[in-house]
């Protein structure tokens, strides 16, 4: 907690400057979605699959915000368990209109090259052979958001595990990351002294964990460094807990043990990351693993789908709050516009 605690405090005792007109919660859930998880066999990995063809259409069904779009799911797909059939099934879902699919690994050792050859070859077997991910208008680049497996982003690890590459932070940016979405990853040592943060980091090749600082976002403050980084929400939620006395830690994970709930969203409200200048709206993004059958029913079932109701009731009137279901990109479209000074617009 000495990493992150001092930030924390400081967002804690000051009050966020008083929205003008209602405020826009824009969410998005970022899945680290592993079906092979634990070693499963391709059988039981493509009947993990099957549960979210199945399920998600359905959870989302009459579902609408104020721009009349359905719930949003993003699949953060592991380069290592690239499997053609998989990808394009989930290709084909997604293009139901109920998310994206976007770049995870899980990696240790390679040299920059072999690191930078890996990611720049998974997005463009994605773009090309299954229609997923976009081209930058301008340069013609293959673009991705992208999650570290183990939290490890830039060898963030005091141990040196999971990654072993310090100059991941330039080397995504190369490669066509339009944004990182692995924070917040607190209690784990990877987590950075910002939090609840949308910033921009520069790489340091000579050390680790160069995204420990950054520029945040601001309106008029035209994009810098050389990645972007959108956090979850980090703090600490007096409301659930430990043993009666001990704050829970809130790091915005939907799991089984964890499971999504309307009683969360002030929090999440009150600590969302924002573009300085537009504190009108916040971005709430949501993580899950949601291949293990532990989490089916947190994510698929009635806590999910209670949930998303009571979101599309309660907060979406139009007079306090507009409520916007958006994929990662689009939450770093609307980060780019605000920047611009533009709005959001149901």
Known sequence: MEIWLPAYLRQALRPRPKAKGPVTICLAVADHFEPYWAGAAEAEALSRLATWEQGLPTLTQGLRDCRGRPPQHDFFYPVEQYQPEVLERLAALCRQGLGAVEVHLHHHGESPRELEEMLTGFAQTLHKEHGLLERDPLSGQVTYGFIHGNWSLDNSRP???????????????????????????????????????????????????????????????????????????????????????????????????????????PLWLRYAPVVAGAEQVRFIKLCCHGAPEEHREALLGKPMRLFLEQLCT??????RYRLMFMTCREMIQAVHALEQGKSLEC
């Open 159 to 265: 141990d040196g595990q999971w990654c072993g590459c310090n100059e991941e932070i330039s080397l995504l940016g190369r490669t066509g990351c339009y944004a990182d979405f692995t924070l917040p990853s607190a209690p784990s040592p990877t987590q950075t002294r910002i939090v609840n943060s949308i910033y921009y980091a520069t790489d340091d090749p000579a050390r680790p964990k160069s995204h420990d600082s950054g520029v945040p976002a601001a309106v008029g403050r035209p994009p810098s460094g050389d990645l972007l980084l959108l956090q979850g929400v980090l703090a600490l939620d007096w409301g659930r807990r430990k043993w009666g006395l001990l704050p829970r830690l809130e790091v915005s994970e939907l799991a089984w043990h964890n499971p999504p709930d309307i009683r969360r969203l």
């Open 314 to 319: 309660r907060y979406n009137d139009g007079q």
